[in-house]
């Protein structure tokens, strides 16, 4: 398998304006561009079983899915690119598709050939991601987005994608607090039917997969009424003035784009048995049995209280500066604001500023035990995040709430890791804590993309699922509890925090975040 360049090196985008230099210079140099590989048996195998189909598999359930939401928390990252690849592979009408992050690094490929696939068969697919972190030559870009049944449109363009650094600059010099309102919703719906939304972008890190650092994420998938919802808002984005044809955003177009058989190295790549293992193609093939033992065993759960709650294209009016909020906080907000009992949290990001430590204060004086979960600096891969956690750690420990940070060598990614890396390392790969989840009183639970940060609360635009069940939040509190023990995670208080535990490199690049402005936290 291919080894592609790491994305903890774009994360910190998200927090802190000071590295942007450094940041367009490593985008501006990556080529991700798959190498031709020899045909092999391999690749006649695993054509699509034309006898079935997505309206097939659920034809039992719609009369259900009028009026009832089917969940299922995809909680591994193997299972989560699967239960993606067979949606693709068996769309009938139309795939839908919003990302924050979409990397051309192995998953990416793989994931690009399945749509392609998909396009062939007669299959409408619109993508729309965020500018600022694209990573992918636009060549690459427009050559996808050439597809007759492909449309790629790129969110608040003019920081990246056909700018020049000194373009790029301009754009956060003229226009702040623009350039730095994000799209950070992910979500993927198929025929208007079945989505699938959490914290996963498309990079092998999010799905088990690179080899050296991996994110203990989360999704749900969601059949049925809710999905209208999530429709309707991934429309809101497509037709918004923010979101730009991907053909328009470029000054010049290259003349290689309608080549005849210019996917041809894109499927060789993807079929490959080196890159995409043949018992993963296994698991795709097998999914529509699962799916039906998965409904039968009652683990997919039907419900009439769920809710998806995004915010809208621009987050708010800006009347606040960089502040202001939006649906997604607001939601959050009365969810703390009326917990009885618990509240168990986890944020791979987690910079509390005096409304987030007042609710919090709020909540453990009327009882409420409050238990968070966020990366340690040994475990995170975004350090100006990291330090702007750690200069009011203190503070919100006294609050009242309990936290506890991640291990990098936590024993549960053995669990969780892609069986089929197992066998293919010598080493373990270090793990990261990138789920975005809540479960308050032990009966509703929010999984989502937003981040415990103001740059969630008030800039980038975020989007939750809310499910009132404590079937659900049995669940999701059964891995909580897992990442709590002392195996996975250390418990922090006043007397100590776990920092020592990494080289005194990395604590000094640390310490030097603190003297850069964090005008964008």
């Keep these: 398998m291919q080894t592609q360049p790491k994305q903890s090196q774009y994360h910190f985008l998200k927090q802190n304006i000071a590295f942007l230099l450094l940041v367009f210079v490593v985008i501006t140099s990556c080529k991700n561009e798959p190498e031709p590989t020899p045909e092999t048996d391999f690749c006649a195998s695993i054509h699509r079983d034309e006898t079935t189909s997505l309206s097939q598999e659920l034809e039992a359930l719609n009369e259900k899915m009028e009026t009832q939401t089917g969940v299922y928390v995809l909680e591994d990252g193997s299972g989560s690119m699967v239960a993606r690849a067979w949606l693709s592979e068996y769309a009938e009408e139309t795939i839908d598709i919003q990302y924050f992050i979409f990397s051309l690094d192995n998953v990416g490929l793989i994931a690009c050939d399945y749509l392609i696939r998909a396009a062939d068969r007669g299959v409408k697919v619109r993508i729309l991601v965020d500018d600022i972190m694209v990573d992918a030559d636009i060549e690459d870009i427009l050559s996808f987005a050439s597809h007759e049944n492909i449309t790629v449109k790129i969110y608040n363009p003019g920081v990246n994608l056909g700018k020049n650094l000194f373009g790029k ?4 010099t003229t226009d702040f607090r623009s350039a730095n309102q994000r799209m950070h919703n992910k979500t993927f719906i198929v025929d208007g039917k079945v989505a699938i939304t959490g914290g996963r972008n498309i990079a092998d890190e999010y799905f088990d997969y690179d080899h050296e650092y991996n994110f203990r994420d989360r999704d749900i998938l969601l059949l049925g009424k809710v999905s209208k919802t999530m429709n309707t808002s991934f429309e809101d984005f497509w037709d918004s003035d923010l979101s730009q044809d991907v053909t328009t955003v470029v000054d010049h177009l290259p003349t290689n784009t309608t080549e005849p058989n210019r996917f041809d190295a894109l499927h060789e790549y993807a079929c490959n048995p080196e890159n995409f293992w043949p018992q993963v193609r296994t698991r795709i093939a097998n999914l529509p049995k699962t799916f039906k033992n998965i409904n039968a065993s009652g683990k997919l759960v039907w419900l009439d209280d769920v809710q998806f709650i ?17 649906r997604s906080t607001t939601a959050l907000i009365e969810l703390v604001k009326n917990a009885k009992t618990t509240i168990d949290i986890q944020s791979p990001y987690l910079i509390t500023g005096s409304l987030a430590q007042r609710l919090f204060t709020e909540a453990t ?142 604590r000094l690049k640390t310490w030097t975040r603190k003297i850069l402005p964090k005008s964008i936290l």
């Design 365 to 506: 004086a009327r009882g409420v035990k409050v238990r968070i979960l966020t990366n340690s600096l040994a475990s995170t891969d975004n350090l100006e995040a990291f330090s702007s956690y750690q200069s009011s750690r203190a503070t919100l420990l006294k609050t009242g709430v309990r936290i506890f940070e991640f291990k990098p060598d936590a024993e549960e990614r053995i669990s969780i890791m892609t069986g089929e890396l197992q066998e293919t390392l010598e080493h373990k790969p270090i793990f990261g804590l990138h789920a975005k989840s809540m479960v308050v009183d032990n009966k509703i639970t929010v999984i989502g993309t937003f981040n415990l940060d103001p740059r969630s609360a008030n800039l980038n635009t975020e989007c939750v699922v809310i499910v009132n069940s404590p079937q659900i939040s049995e669940g999701v509190l059964k891995g909580m509890e897992t990442e709590f023990k002392p195996e996975n995670s250390w418990e922090t208080t006043l007397d100590y925090n776990p920092d020592a535990e990494v080289d005194n490199y990395k």
């Design 169 to 172: 600059l301009k754009t956060f």
């Design 310 to 326: 995004s915010d809208i294209p621009g987050k708010n009016d800006g009347t606040n500066g960089l502040g202001g909020g939006g």
